[in-house]
C-alpha cells in the first residue's frame, strides 16, 4: 500500500498570499497518477488537480500542481477567501487507492 | 451535469447491515468506473471500493474486505454497496464517486451510516 504524507497539517495564511502543500509518497506513484481534492465543511471534495499537473475543469490557474516519483506539491497563489479550505492529496496508480491526511489551509 | 445522490444510510447496530444506493444521472453511466469513498466525522478520506465501468472487477479496501460488496445496474444507471458486519469504525459518511479510470472525478453529496447500539 502507498502511504501519503501531507504537510503541514495546517497552514495559517492571509489572503493574497501564496500557500504551498506537500504530499510525499511511501514509494514511486506510477506515471504520476496523483491528484489533489479540496473539501470545505460540509461539502463534498472537489478534484483540482489530476495526473499531478493537470487542472481539472473550471479549476483556476491560481492551483498549479507540480511534482514526479515520491513528490508532489501544490501550489496556490494569491489565496482568495474561497481557498480556505482542507487539501488532500491521492494516489490512483495502485489498488488501494489512498489518501493523504489532509492539509488545512485556514486563515491567519 | 454530473448528478449522484446516494440513498440508504441510518443508524445500524454492530453486526448488521446496510446497503447503500447511488442513483446517477447527466453521463452514460456504463462507460465509467465508480467509486466509494467514506469519511468519518471530523477525519479524512477513505477509499473504500471500485467496480469497472462493465461490473467485471472489483477492488475493495482492506478494511472493508470479505465484508462490503460493491455492485452496479448499468440498465438502472445505479451503484450499490451492500455492507455486511458492520463496526462502530464503519461510521461514516458514504460518499458515490464517478471514476476516469481509477481517477475519482466527481462526487455526490453522500450519506451517513452510523453504527451504533
Known amino acids: 500500500e502507498i502511504v501519503l504524507t501531507q504537510s503541514p497539517g495546517t497552514l495559517s495564511l492571509s489572503p493574497g498570499q501564496r500557500a504551498t502543500l506537500s504530499c510525499r509518497a511511501s514509494q514511486s506513484v506510477g506515471r504520476d497518477y496523483l491528484a489533489w481534492y479540496q473539501q470545505k465543511p460540509g461539502q463534498a471534495p472537489r478534484l483540482l488537480i489530476y495526473d499531478a499537473s493537470t487542472r481539472a475543469t473550471g479549476i483556476p490557474d491560481r492551483f498549479s500542481g507540480s511534482g514526479s516519483g515520491t513528490d508532489f506539491t501544490l501550489n496556490i497563489n494569491r489565496l482568495e477567501p474561497e481557498d480556505f479550505a482542507v487539501y488532500y492529496c491521492q494516489q490512483y496508480a495502485t489498488s488501494p487507492l489512498t489518501f493523504g491526511g489532509g492539509t488545512k489551509v485556514e486563515i491567519k | 451535469q454530473v448528478q449522484?445522490?446516494?440513498?440508504?444510510?441510518?443508524?445500524?447496530?454492530?453486526?448488521?447491515s446496510l446497503r447503500l444506493s447511488c442513483a446517477a444521472s447527466g453521463f452514460t453511466f456504463s462507460n465509467y468506473a465508480m467509486h466509494w469513498v467514506r469519511q468519518a466525522p471530523g477525519k479524512g478520506l477513505e477509499w473504500?471500493?471500485?467496480?469497472?465501468?462493465?461490473?467485471?472487477n472489483e477492488y475493495y479496501a482492506d478494511s472493508v474486505k470479505g465484508r462490503f460488496t460493491i455492485s452496479r445496474d448499468n440498465s438502472k444507471n445505479a451503484l450499490y454497496l451492500q455492507m455486511d458486519s458492520l463496526k462502530p469504525e464503519d461510521t461514516a459518511v458514504y460518499y458515490c464517486a464517478r471514476g476516469q479510470q481509477w481517477l475519482i472525478k466527481n462526487w455526490g453529496q453522500g450519506t451517513l451510516v452510523t453504527v451504533s447500539s
Open chain 2, 4 to 16: 449522484l445522490v446516494e440513498s440508504g444510510g441510518g443508524v445500524v447496530q454492530p453486526g448488521g
Open chain 2, 48 to 56: 473504500v471500493s471500485l467496480v469497472s465501468y462493465d461490473g467485471n
